[in-house]
């Protein structure tokens, strides 16, 4: 039989009076018992009973209330009184109890701003109806073990019909339309979606309805539904929206509802603004006479199948359609992963890592008040063995120590709720557009009663974590000896090497933390100084997108470009302008596959591809993308003349061993294609394309004349801050076409940051914690020498007086305290090296033992020790002998 | 002065269990299963000892058993005028729910 959680049975015994501690405790336990309580459980409702007697006993005060169970008997008073006596002893001892304070609201402010990021990114569950059993469905590539997010929709059709563990499947595509019809036309990131979606999601309208079975077959009307956000913003939380028309890409279409504010879909790529059904005829698709095309696929898994079933028959659908279509089938699996942790994979390791920073920086922040703690039961001593000599019981003086605990953890804990609320505030400001506009529940980053609940959970195992340890100290036997020997000079030896021991735990996990921030900073550092290929400063960048409508032909998407590229390099404050369709740190990429004439072709499934750039002439001149050989595009390469690519130095390296790739001729498309040839006129510098430690890839430029695509990305280089000339490059746009939006408006710098996102937030929060870690352990190391050299004056005074000079007494403090920081700082490189190994995949540039690393971290520990060492021991060697004598 | 709905729920489960079973334990398990609300101990004495003080129940001190970690139990007994402050209270609720039933569904 297992036995019920220790620690709760012990709190519950140590926060109740005796009669209440014995029903509630005995009430537990036979549950516990019967079996009919987990662990958590265990641990909710014993706090929760806390609560509640505290709260009744602190509101019942009034004596004709009988409020027996919660008076407790005669040899006990109420927690009430102990914790209004350690209000007072606090009060009358301010230092003591900033200090305290002060260290516990970093640690409790800094754990609860963790825990709120990750509630948002993990725990939290999304707002759908039972979101556990909601799932992506997701193609895995068997041959090369990678995840694809695109299912085809007859893949998606025959899920929905014959994986009886699946209630449902739906499925979704980008679609980013342009809104046109008021003041200013923009871009909305819209989704097409099966017509089942919402309700699959079991999420309801705030208004009107969402799409019918017709509207999502082909024929159906135009229609869309609304997110809360774009309601609000572009039609002013109108409520007669439903019904009335907008016009998206040039279509007129009914608006027919409007989803409820925390409603969020997709959840991995740009929130939805606006959905529109997208249009399906399954049994078409089944029936070979509609291709097949590629969506995102979501499924919710039947209640009680549970995730491992459900997954069983997909993988055997799946390989049946491998039998049944293996032209288009052959090594395609699919995997299920519940909708809200699809984000795990790729924050899960850091933020592992931070939890544990986190953890360390409370574990110090508990060490130190011990320690405060520690010192102040030492001066206590004759106060708590008078009251054991007049027959205060062990327990009874343990639970009055941790009733003042409690109350020192509570206030230390509103003080990082305040901490926590600052920090996240500030965090919010900082996020990146791209997080900004991805990541579902950041409404709830803040303060909520979760976090609240967090926080002072936390307080009271803090207080408990802190304070039993000086609490049985200070009421063990030492307390009556104290009495017989007078006054304390410097408490016993015992809890004179418990505080050393505390002081050399604190400085190894100072050390062990700065190590681990010193290797992610210096990480982030090379990565930021990897060369991209191009010059981004003072480069800003923005996307447009040419309606299907008004743009019909290439011959008109040319044109509206170039007059685009005339106007923008007209404005003075403006270098240089071009346009390509993708732009490198766009986070859109797409490889594209090709042959070169005269070479042998490739074996099956080795076929060479490269990135597809398509750019107007001045790109390169604006990127200062280094040519490497050759032209760049000019006037020559238009439409009817030759037909010309350039192609970087990586496609070269791969493709052109050693030979000439000037004048040679590729072709885009699977080899043996019918594509028109390209004569290669030049090679450009490698440009990195999806993040600076990758290597460069393959790419192939081609001018924009030949291929006028709708979607292109300016590049124009400014005199300044790209920022401030938003509004004229915006305006120049919209000379050429006043109902053009332009989006994904941001400086060229910024989106390469924003590839290092993840890099620079962890090495932010690194070093946050490590200087929290740092500070906490140098006011720890004052803390204890500062207090031995207090209770050591009388000896220090014998001394002088017997001839020691000044200088010896310094040396002596010194010496006591530095050997505590360089056992410290010795143990915790230890810790620090063996975590760092930990590190190594995503360390960059800097091995796992990077000596300039440590050597840095050691030598600022030490001189943080040197100097929190130094002040109490020049105060000791300025001791004045006779004054001390005189004292005793 | 009518009952609160969670000291309504207290009194009821007592009255349905047998005077041996009428402890925080049972009352709790019962409370559980009929409304499938989980209550803590703690809430379920606090709410028992204010209604003690009120004069609506008594409690007696039972004997310890090993299940319970060899801690007592505190049975509870329904005093007459708690049955009657119940009663009223439960008249009243009724009286207010009169003519309802088209709108809530409450008969």
Redesign the interface.
């Known amino acids: 039989m297992k036995r019920?959680p220790a620690i709760a049975s012990a709190l519950l015994r140590a926060l109740m009076p005796q009669q209440?501690f014995?029903?509630?405790?005995?009430?537990?336990?036979?549950?516990w018992?019967?079996g009919?309580l987990s662990r958590l459980?265990y641990w909710?409702?014993?706090l929760?009973?806390?609560?509640?007697?505290l709260?009744?006993r602190f509101t019942?005060r009034d004596a004709?209330?009988?409020?027996?169970?919660?008076k407790g008997d005669g040899a006990m008073r109420s927690l009430l009184q102990d914790m209004a006596y350690g209000a007072r002893l606090m009060r009358r001892n301010p230092v003591f109890t900033l200090a305290a304070m002060v260290t516990l609201a970093l640690g409790i402010g800094a754990n609860t701003a963790i825990f709120s990021i990750l509630h948002v990114l993990i725990l939290k569950p999304l707002d759908y109806h039972d979101p556990r059993n909601v799932a992506y469905v997701r193609a895995w590539l068997h041959q090369t073990q990678t995840m694809r997010f695109g299912l085809s929709t007859l893949e998606m059709i025959h899920l929905q019909r014959e994986a009886s563990t699946l209630a449902d499947v739906a499925a979704y595509t980008y679609w980013s339309a342009n809104l046109t019809g008021g003041d200013m036309p923009e871009r909305v990131q819209a989704y097409r979606v099966t017509a089942n979606l919402f309700d699959l999601l079991g999420v309801a309208p705030l208004h009107g309805r969402t799409f019918s079975y017709d509207e999502g077959r082909p024929g159906g009307r135009e229609v869309a539904v609304l997110s809360h956000g774009l309601w609000r913003r572009r039609f002013a939380s109108d409520p007669s929206i439903v019904g009335r028309g907008i016009v998206l890409d040039g279509v007129r279409v009914t608006i027919v509802g409007v989803m409820p504010e925390r409603f969020e879909f997709p959840v991995f790529n740009f929130k939805g603004e606006l959905w529109a059904p997208m249009r399906l005829d399954a049994d078409a698709v089944l029936a070979g006479r509609t291709p097949a095309s590629s969506a995102v696929v979501v499924a919710r898994v039947r209640s009680g199948v549970g995730y491992a079933a459900a997954q069983a028959e997909v993988d055997a659908v799946m390989s049946r359609l491998e039998q049944e279509h293996p032209d288009t089938n052959r090594g395609r699996g699919a995997r299920l992963a519940e909708i809200g942790t699809i984000d795990d994979e790729i924050a899960g390791p850091a933020m592992i890592i931070v939890m544990c920073a986190v953890s360390v920086v409370l574990l110090l922040a508990c060490a130190n008040v011990a320690n405060l703690l520690l010192a102040r039961g030492v001066a206590r001593q004759r106060e708590l063995a008078v009251r054991v000599a007049l027959g205060a019981g062990r327990t009874r003086i343990v639970r009055q120590l941790l009733a003042e605990s409690v109350l020192l953890s509570l206030l230390g804990g509103a003080a990082g709720a305040a901490v926590a609320l600052i920090g996240l505030s500030g965090l919010r400001g900082a996020l990146p557009e791209v997080v900004r506009t991805t990541q579902p529940n950041l409404d709830a980053l803040g303060f909520n009663t979760t976090t609240l609940a967090f926080a002072l959970v936390l307080s009271l195992v803090t207080s408990v974590v802190f304070g039993l340890l000086p609490a049985f100290r200070a009421a063990g036997p030492a307390a009556q000896e104290a009495l017989r020997e007078g006054a304390g000079a410097g408490g016993s030896r015992s809890t004179r090497r418990l505080r050393s021991v505390l002081v050399v735990g604190e400085v190894a996990l100072a050390t062990a933390l700065l190590v681990v921030a010193g290797l992610l900073v210096r990480t982030y550092q090379q990565q930021h100084r990897i060369d991209p290929g191009f010059d981004p400063g003072n480069v800003l960048t923005l996307t447009i997108t040419l309606p299907e409508d008004r743009y019909p032909t290439p011959d008109a998407r040319a044109r509206f470009f170039d007059a685009a590229v005339i106007r923008i390099s007209a404005i003075s404050a403006v270098q240089a302008a071009g346009f390509v369709n993708v732009l490198p740190f766009s986070t859109y990429n797409r490889a594209r596959g090709f042959s070169i004439d005269g070479q042998e072709p490739p074996e099956p499934g080795r076929e060479p591809s490269a990135g597809l750039r398509i750019a107007t002439e001045g790109y390169f001149d604006v990127m200062r993308i280094p040519l490497k050989a050759g032209r760049t595009f000019d006037t020559r390469d238009g439409a009817q003349g030759n037909r010309t690519a350039l192609v970087n130095e990586a496609l070269v390296r791969a493709h052109f061993a050693g030979r000439d790739p000037l004048g040679a001729r590729l072709r885009l498309g699977v080899p043996g294609s019918d594509a028109p040839p390209l004569t290669i006129v030049g090679v450009a510098g490698d440009v990195r394309h999806d993040s600076l430690t990758e290597r460069p890839q393959p790419e192939i430029y081609l001018p924009m004349s030949q291929a006028p695509p709708a979607m292109m990305m300016l590049a124009a280089r400014t005199a300044g801050d790209p920022e401030a000339y938003v509004p004229v490059v915006r305006a120049a746009i919209q000379g050429v076409d006043p109902s053009q939006p332009v989006y994904h408006v941001k400086s060229a710098e910024a989106m390469v940051a924003e590839s290092l996102y993840v890099q620079m937030s962890a090495a932010a929060m690194m070093s946050l914690f490590s200087f929290v870690a740092l500070v906490l352990a140098s006011v720890g190391i004052y803390g204890v020498i500062a207090y031995s050299v207090s209770q050591q004056q009388h000896e220090f005074g014998v001394r002088l007086a017997l001839g020691a000079r000044p200088r010896d007494i310094l040396r002596l403090v010194m010496n006591n305290g530095l050997r505590l920081v360089f056992t410290g700082i010795f143990l915790g490189g230890i810790c620090a090296f063996a975590a760092s190994q930990l590190l190594r995949a995503i360390l960059y540039g800097v091995g796992p033992s990077d000596p300039v690393t440590y050597s840095s971290v050691v030598a600022l520990l030490a001189a943080v020790g040197v100097i929190a060492c130094c002040i109490p021991a020049w105060r000791a060697s300025r001791t004045q002998p006779m004054a001390v004598i005189r004292l005793e | 002065m009518y009952l609160g709905e969670f000291e309504q729920l207290l009194l009821m489960a007592i009255l349905r269990l047998d005077s041996e079973e009428a402890?925080?334990?049972r009352i709790?398990?019962e409370i559980e299963q009929r409304t499938g609300r989980?209550v803590?101990?703690?809430?379920?004495?606090?709410a028992l000892?204010?209604l003690?003080?009120r004069g609506l129940v008594r409690s007696r001190l039972g004997e310890p058993?090993a299940?319970?970690?060899g801690?007592?139990?505190?049975h509870y007994q329904v005093m007459p005028a708690g049955a009657a402050l119940l009663r009223r209270t439960q008249e009243a609720l009724a009286r207010m729910a009169r003519g309802l039933k088209p709108r809530t569904g409450i008969s």
């Open positions: 019920p209440a014995e029903c509630i405790a005995g009430d537990l336990e036979e549950a018992t019967a009919s459980r909710q409702l014993a929760v009973s806390i609560l509640s007697v709260l009744a019942s004709t209330g009988a409020a027996h169970l919660l | 402890y925080g334990a709790r398990a989980l803590a101990p703690g809430a379920i004495y606090t000892d204010r003690e003080g058993t299940r319970r970690g801690k007592r139990k505190r």
